[in-house]
Every structure is written in structure tokens, then in C-alpha cells.
């Protein structure tokens, strides 16, 4: 029994039509869309990649991009055959690629749903990515004379500013790294001299953050420097007091800022999965009608469109059957002499063994 059978006059067959031609050309629009979307993702990510470690944070952009690309050229395609539908003697020549481009169709809007799919579970990826990022941008914030290196101070300066963020979790982070480059000490001082010794490694630590943590919006002028020491400032009390520093970590504040762009971009990919599957069901009754029509011989009657031919159960099981016998049809039998059933084996005066083909009597 098929399944959602309808029943289509030759009027709704052309209506049918029509409107599928229309919306597939909607769907390029979309398919531009996924493509741009793709896009812009991969431009931000890009734009910030210093402070990003190397993973597979750019498979979703690029699947975005891709599938743009091919949602073009199928929707074009299907705008072509929707458009000859319309007459029964064009849709004779697409008659055998219609049910392969359906396939192929469906296939592409699962890739869609993947696609939208992605960009929520892509948070855990990109997290990991800027933790381990960030931490080696604050670690070598200090070497601006290093070649490769030396881009890094501006540019977690920029990001600290721009997103109001301070650390990779958080201000304290600065704690624990040197910040300062060696040739801005002053060696001769003995508070210097005293807390590089102090530090197993030798690193001149500070309870202080860069210029870029401040906030500009405090009334009270930025302290940066022996944030942990009350003493050190008047009326100060680092524990109770807001701070007027960014205390928000720069991980949280891009992760926020990426998640809510890939939240906009996976609503808008699954907003186009459903209106390209709704076009491809549209498609689907559109190529059985036009198949039905021919096979009853008469170009302006009725005939009936559906989903699938059979039920769900035996449409799986034709499919399963399918699969199962497709590697049977160049199976070769290992049994010595089944090879070809038409084959008798002689023997000759030389005592080899002959091969001759006999024709089968009818």
C-alpha cells in the first residue's frame, strides 16, 4: 500500500509544477545563504587565530561552505526538471534521472541537518581550542622580540579591550606568568633582583595585569599593580571592593560571543533543512504523478502521487534485499568444476584436460 497517496488532476500536476520550480529557485537563494554563512563563521574564527589552538574548529564553516555550493547546483538542476514537468513529453527525458536525483537529493538535506547539527556541538571543540590558545599567548606575551611572537602582545591587548575580558579564566592568570619583558627591568633595582631570585624559575612575577584589563568606565583610577595588596593603595580592600578590572576571563567572553553566532547559523541551517525537504517531498509527488500518468496512457487524466510505493516496513525490506545481493552478482563459486555450468572436461591423447563449451539443449 503506498504511503500519503494523493490523487493529482492534470491542473494540480502543472500548479505542482510551477511552484516547485519557483521554490527551488528559492533554494539557491538559501543555498547562497548557507554559503555566506559558512563563510562569515570561517572569517571571524580566522580573525582570531593566534589565540587559537590548531584543531578541527574549521570543519563546520567549511561544511557550511560546501554544502552551500552544492545546494546551488542541485536546487538549479531541480529547477530545470520541475520546469519541463509541466509537459509530459519534456518530463519523458528526465523520467530516469529523476528518482537518482531525488536519492541524491535526500542525501544532500541529511548533510544540511549534520551541518546545523554541528554548529551546537561544536562548542566543546572551540572551548578546548581557546584554552590551550590563550595560554600560550599569555605565556609569550612578553617576547615582542621574538619573530613569531611578537604579534601576540597586540593582539591579546586588542582582545582584552575589545571583549572586555581579562586572562584566559580570569585576571589571576597574569599571577602566574611573566608579562613583563627582561629588558624593561631594572636590574639594578634590589626589589627586582630579589623577587627573581625568590621564584624557582627565575621569573619576575607581579600580582598585576596589562594596561588592556582596565576597565574605563570605573570612576576610580586603574589599578593594575599590587592588585592583592591593600596596603599599597589608599581606601582599597581587593577583597570586598569591585575591582576595576575586567574580571571576566577571555575564554567565556569569546566562547559566548562564537556560541551565540553559531546558535543564529544552526537555526537558520535547520530552517533551510526543512524547506529543502519540504521541496523535496514536493519533488517526490511531482515525479511519481508525471510516472503514473504515462504508464495509464492518458496525458490529461488523473493519476496518484505518493511518498513511497510500499510501506515503510516493505520498502526497507526490498532495500535490505538490495544491498544484501548487490556483492552476490560477481560472486564466482570456489567449487572445482561449478565455475560455468555449461562446461564438460575431456580428456585429450596428450592427458590434459580440455576445456570445451557445450550449448544446453533447449
Known sequence: MAVLKVKFTKTKRDKLAQILWILNWISVVSGIILFSLGLFLKI?????????????????????????????????LGGKICYDCSDANKFSRWKLVMLPYIVCTLCFTFCILVGALMCYAMRNE???????????????????????RCFLKRTVDLLQIGFRCCGNNGFRDWFEVQWVSARYLNMASKDVVDRLKSNVDGKFLVDGVPFSCCNPSSPRPCIQYQLTNNSAHYNY????????????????????????IMRSIGIAALLIWLFELSVLIGVRYLQTAMKNVLLLGDLEGESDGWLLENSFVETAKHNINIIKNFGKVNQISTVSGMSNPNTDVSNTNCGKNVTKSTIPAA
Do not use: H, Q
Not at 246 to 254: D, N, P, S, T
Open 126 to 148: 572551540l572551548e578546548e581550542s581557546l584554552y590551550l590558545g590563550l595560554r600560550d599567548a599569555i605565556k609569550y606575551y612578553k617576547d615582542t622580540d621574538i619573530p613569531g
Open 237 to 260: 580592600d581587593f577583597l570586598t571592593e569591585e575591582l576595576n578590572i575586567w574580571v571576566k576571563g577571555c575564554r567565556e567572553a569569546l566562547l559566548d560571543y562564537y556560541t551565540a
Open 44 to 76: 571571524e574564527i580566522k580573525k582570531r587565530n593566534e589565540v587559537m589552538a590548531k584543531g578541527d574548529i574549521n570543519s563546520v564553516p567549511n561544511m557550511l561552505i560546501s554544502v552551500g555550493v552544492i545546494a546551488c547546483i542541485i536546487n538549479f
